[in-house]
């Protein structure tokens, strides 16, 4: 006889939903959906360890649960929290919870450089994101910012140490993903740093799945920097047969016409990396920087971009080309003949169309 399965009940924004047991507030809030769910800047669910580091995924606990329906007495972090059944949990209708927030990407914010306009990441960053829904005008800091020596970790990645929120992703994809881990957090309060300690290149297979789970333009590709900005390019969902083990050969690529800017992995609505037979879909370094020809991938067709994101802009799934009315309403001229001069011209006669000729005309053509 089959167990049955327990599930707990939990309530988010006055939505109830059930949930495995052991799920977070975070998970079952993305299982909802939309805007229910919290932001989060250094959870990731395919790496395992992460979450708890941010704090932009506050949530206020109404009610612990139905044997205990205290409210829990401070903000939690939903992505390290786990649901209790009978909880009841308030993100967008807390009134506690934005002005926390707002206080988190403060924090986030203080050191960090104000470079959107000259940053690769500007476009798809989610702390640029989070400033935008949360952030306040100006700012009260008066210090200097905090500024690192420039360290060069290697050929294929470029590290801005300012810009980093010290999330551990990119540290975790290290520990987790590549064979050879050789950078970490090192120091610690307001010196913490990414840092590959002795400025050793980060050479493995995977490395370049840092830039991906990078939330913010801390890890950007070096092969792509500066070279467009990411809403004028358009992504294609592609695919190619890798040999490289554990590298699942499907990707987004980056394109401004036949040229492919830049290949990532694909991406999920919550800005993760997709899977692909329940595995998290990591790309290799072959695919993803050394793999810039459109012939040498299947491309599958348009990437789906949520509407509301910047680099959804102009991209059509279907395009319709509008009806051309010019010629209709023009008795039948050709649009590319509206600046006839025929009747007015003693030396263009009704047979010779300028804009027919092959090149710029010449007195013979006059003369047939
Ligand atoms: S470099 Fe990016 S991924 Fe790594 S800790 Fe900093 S913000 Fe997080
Ligand atoms: S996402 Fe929960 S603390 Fe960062």
Excluded at 174 to 195: C, F, L, W, Y
Aim: proline share 5%.
């Amino acid at each position: 006889m089959s167990e049955e399965i327990k599930t707990i009940k939990v309530t988010i924004d006055n939505i109830t939903i059930d949930v495995a047991p052991g799920t977070t507030i975070l998970n079952a809030a993305r299982q909802i959906g939309g805007d229910v769910t919290p932001p989060a800047m250094c959870y990731y669910s395919k790496l395992e360890g992460s979450g708890g580091k941010c704090r932009t995924c506050l949530v206020e606990v109404a009610a612990g649960s139905t044997a205990d329906p205290r409210p829990m007495p401070k903000l939690v972090a939903s992505c390290r929290t786990g649901v209790m059944d009978g909880m009841i949990v308030k993100n967008i209708t807390s009134e506690k919870v934005p002005e926390a927030r707002a206080g988190v990407v403060e924090f986030l914010l203080l050191n960090h450089p104000l470079d959107c306009p000259i940053c690769d990441q500007a476009g798809e960053c989610h702390l640029q994101d989070l400033g935008y829904d949360h952030g306040k005008e100006g700012t009260r800091y008066q210090f200097a910012r905090r500024t690192f020596k420039k360290e060069d970790i290697g050929p294929y990645i470029q590290l801005h140490m300012t810009r980093c929120i010290l999330c551990y992703r990119c540290t975790y994809v290290a520990d987790q993903i590549t064979n050879k881990r050789v950078h970490g957090i090192v120091d610690r309060g307001d010196h913490a740093a990414i840092s590959t300690y002795i400025s050793q290149a980060i050479e493995n297979d995977f490395s370049g799945n840092m830039i991906d789970v990078c939330p913010v333009g801390a890890l950007t590709d070096k092969t792509f920097r500066f070279k467009n900005r990411v809403w004028f390019t358009k992504p294609v969902d592609a695919n190619r047969s890798c040999n490289t083990p554990g590298c699942c050969g499907k990707a987004t690529l980056w394109l401004r016409g036949e040229e492919v800017f830049r290949v990532t992995a694909r991406k999920d609505e919550w800005g993760e990396v997709q899977s692909f037979e329940g595995k998290p879909g990591w790309i290799c370094n072959a695919c993803r920087f050394e793999t810039k020809e459109t012939s040498k991938w299947n491309i599958e067709g348009l990437t789906t971009i949520s509407r509301h994101s910047v680099i959804g802009a102009n991209k059509y799934n279907t395009l319709e080309m509008p009806k051309e009315t010019i010629k209709k309403v023009m008795s039948g001229v050709e649009p590319k003949l509206l600046m006839d001069i025929h009747s007015v011209s003693g030396v263009n006669t009704n047979d010779i169309h300028l804009s027919e000729l092959k090149g710029p005309a010449h007195s013979e053509d006059f003369k047939k």
